[in-house]
């Protein structure tokens, strides 16, 4: 009998650790022909109705052809993968008129925008099979690349990875007076990050594995294997980490400097030049490449670091290999290159000080009382896994407040905050540097690591509806590592919030 268990554990071992092998460290689609024009997704302006600027998406069923030869079952917004990009801007009021044409319930979130909790599109805004949605609101936040994509609880990975996803860019003055490439398509190139496994018949795999879905092979919009021609000239480009949980390092093989211009919220407020950018599930990032010597490249993902620390990370799941993205061919230049612009915005930092509370975020870690964890059960926020009918925290309108985020767990979980974008205090005690000073929505918290972020709560107050905050890792809040979060004018008159709580 002991022999049999020894037995049994040294196989369990054994697998996980070649699983392990497999999706981080071994990771790599090198010698790709790239010969695939890159896929731009359509824009979307809208029609102004009676003032209101009005965006039909539609989410339905499809099918395309990733892999040469082999059709794909797929989901999408307004055609079969993916969505178009929706152009906002600031100062408008807009009508988003959502149909679901799926045989199943879905919903669609606006991540990074700040709206109000029931036009959110959280899981308690549900949309069934055949019906339609319409959310308004007023964007008044800055230019930003946000996004969007379904929500329903316990299905937002399978959803999204479906291909139910989109940019949604906000313009506004400043951006629109920055002298920054930005004829989309041309030289403001939206891309969409993605890893899919596929079966021999070419459907996707939807394959748990470690606690999340990971692909071996790259989509970006929707595109296997991808070349884009752009001018030799300052080239942008708009970067979505739409994968289910795969962590990238972006760079370029010929590890050329770029600037990063802008993250999750908006413009930094100076170009950032480096040649890597971190890009967790939920994460944007924009970056200026300058192609005026008229060499090609390759986007591509670097391990996480070097080999002692991929050796390290074997061990906590953090890192990945080498992936190729796109590669990107100059062309004669028909227009003079954009010059680097030596400010780009300006972020006042809040102050600790102006916080009305701290609050506690434990990633992972125990379940309170000891519950069962176990199969289907993601890693707890505060020893607690998602309730739909559970208030976990109430903020008071017009506060400022500073969430402590850490993580005593064994691997990296991005936390990501709806309506709010915030700002990073401190990392394990150390002022944020480089990107770290910019306007975020989700950061990524590796294992061991706290940090305290800092945010106000205005404009919008609802004593029924929450906002959820949540691992954008989506196989982790699909099971449960997620709470919800209610902004009410006065906390103390709430009464018994769950009594309260509206489904809509
Ligand atoms: Cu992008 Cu609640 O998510
Ligand atoms: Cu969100
Ligand atoms: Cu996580």
């Known amino acids: 009998m002991r022999r049999v268990l020894m037995g049994l554990l040294i196989v369990v071992v054994f697998s996980v650790a070649v699983s392990y092998w497999l999706i981080f460290v071994r990771a790599t689609n090198g ?26 998406l539609t989410v339905d069923e499809g099918s395309r052809e990733f892999l040469p030869g082999k059709q794909t079952p797929t989901a999408g917004v307004n055609g079969p993968y993916l969505g178009p990009t929706v152009r906002l801007r600031r100062g408008e009021d807009v009508d988003l008129i959502v149909r679901n044409n799926l045989d199943e319930m879905t919903t669609m979130h606006w991540h990074g925008a700040h709206v109000p909790a029931r036009m959110d599109g959280t899981p308690h805004q549900k949309i069934q099979p055949g019906e339609t949605w319409t959310v308004s609101f007023e964007v008044h936040q800055q230019a930003a690349p946000l996004w969007y994509h379904p929500h329903p609880h316990g299905t937002t990975g399978r959803h999204s990875y479906q291909g139910i996803a989109g940019f949604m860019w906000i313009d506004d003055d400043n951006s629109e007076a920055l002298d920054l490439p930005k004829t989309y398509g041309v030289d403001d190139i939206p891309l969409v990050i993605q890893d899919r496994l596929f079966d021999d018949d070419g459907a996707f795999v ?259 509806v929450p906002y959820m905050y949540h691992c954008h890792i989506m196989e982790h809040e699909d099971a449960g590592m997620m709470g919800q979060f209610l902004v009410v004018e006065d906390p103390q008159k709430l009464g018994n919030v769950t009594k309260n709580l509206q489904h809509k």
């Open 206 to 464: 939807f394959a748990i594995n470690q606690g999340a879905v990971y692909g071996d092979t790259m989509l970006i919009n929707g595109t296997w294997s991808p070349f884009l021609q752009v001018e030799s000239r300052r080239i942008r480009l708009r970067l979505l980490n739409g994968s289910n949980a795969r962590i990238y390092y972006i760079g370029f093989d010929d590890n050329r400097a770029f600037h990063q211009i802008a993250t999750d919220g908006g413009f930094l407020e100076t170009p950032l030049q480096t040649n890597r950018v971190t890009l967790a599930p939920g994460e944007r990032a924009e970056i200026l490449i300058d192609f005026s010597d008229g060499a090609e490249a390759v986007l591509k993902s670097y391990p996480e670091a070097e080999l002692l620390d991929t050796i390290g990370s074997f061990f906590v799941g953090l890192g990945n290999g080498h992936l190729e993205l796109l590669k990107i061919v100059p062309q004669p230049a028909k227009r003079a290159s954009h010059a680097l612009p030596e400010r780009l915005n300006t972020i006042s930092r809040i102050k600790a000080s102006d916080a009305a509370k701290t609050r506690p975020m434990v990633l992972g870690g125990p379940l309170q009382g000891g519950g069962p964890a176990g199969p289907g059960v993601g890693p707890p926020i505060n020893g607690k896994i998602m309730d739909m009918e559970r208030i976990d925290e109430v903020v008071r309108l017009g506060d400022t407040e500073i969430w402590e985020v850490s993580n005593p767990g064994g691997q990296a979980h991005p936390f990501h905050i709806h309506l709010v974008q915030f700002q990073i205090l401190d990392r394990n005690g150390q002022r944020p540097t480089g990107a770290e000073l910019g306007w975020k929505d989700t950061v990524l918290v590796p294992a061991g690591d706290t940090v305290r972020i800092i945010m106000p709560f205005d404009r919008y107050a609802d004593p029924e």
């Open 31 to 56: 010698g790709l022909a790239f010969d695939n024009k890159l896929l731009i997704p359509e824009q979307l302006f809208g029609t102004v109705v009676d003032g209101r600027r009005q965006f039909h």
